[in-house]
């Protein structure tokens, strides 16, 4: 039987120029711990492409993307679905995730002098304040929130309505979940 191929890119600061703070290897989530050993950050090589057209775009805006999340091993979207209060923010790992595939990202967007921008909540903010056009929060969250659905479907990527940070490949469903099995030495959640 032939393996899968890993279909995952390493997105790094220097290689992608993006800012990274990955939630999910730090106590700073909704789990309050370490969920990922290492700080990975992977995409597919799909999302990838369009990533570098997001990046693009939002330098054109003077702004740079900080991501939160992108590639999540099937292990880790357990430990998230069992830590959240509120499933609807949470795929059902039974079925997978955009994330579990490699496909999605969670981020934001950082000014000139990398502060991130207002954007009404924080991330993973598991209420209805995250929803995309909540009207509860200010103006100016509204119109970054605005700014960033606009440099993400620019470049290719949906975004989905109860989610400001979270944006997707289209037809999810084209691509397979990726098991940790291919990932050798890129798997966050095996210490190096």
């Known amino acids: 039987m032939m393996s899968m191929p890993n279909p995952l890119v390493h997105i790094r600061p220097e290689t992608h120029g993006v800012v990274l703070d990955l939630k ?13 050993a290492r700080s990975l950050c992977l995409m597919h090589a799909d999302a990838e492409v369009c990533l570098r057209r997001a990046v693009a775009l939002a330098a054109d805006r003077c702004y740079r993307l900080k991501i939160f999340d992108a590639f999540r091993p099937q292990e880790a979207q357990v430990l998230l679905w069992e830590a959240a209060d509120d ?21 934001t967007l950082v000014d000139a002098q990398g502060q991130a921008l207002d954007m009404g909540t924080g991330f993973d903010d598991m209420t209805t304040l995250s929803h995309h056009f909540n009207p509860g929060v200010s103006a100016l969250a509204l119109a970054n929130r605005q700014s960033l659905l606009d440099i993400m479907e620019g470049a290719g990527f949906e975004h989905i309505p109860h989610e400001w940070w979270h944006y997707a490949l289209p037809g999810k469903d084209r691509y397979p979940l990726i098991p940790c099995a291919v990932l050798g030495d890129l798997n966050p959640m095996r210490v190096a």
Do not use: F, W
């Open 24 to 36: 999910y290897a730090t106590s700073d989530n909704i789990s309050g711990r370490a969920i990922y």
């Open 87 to 107: 499933k609807q923010y949470v795929a059902d790992p039974r079925v997978g995730s955009n994330h579990t595939r490699g496909t999605a990202v969670d981020l």
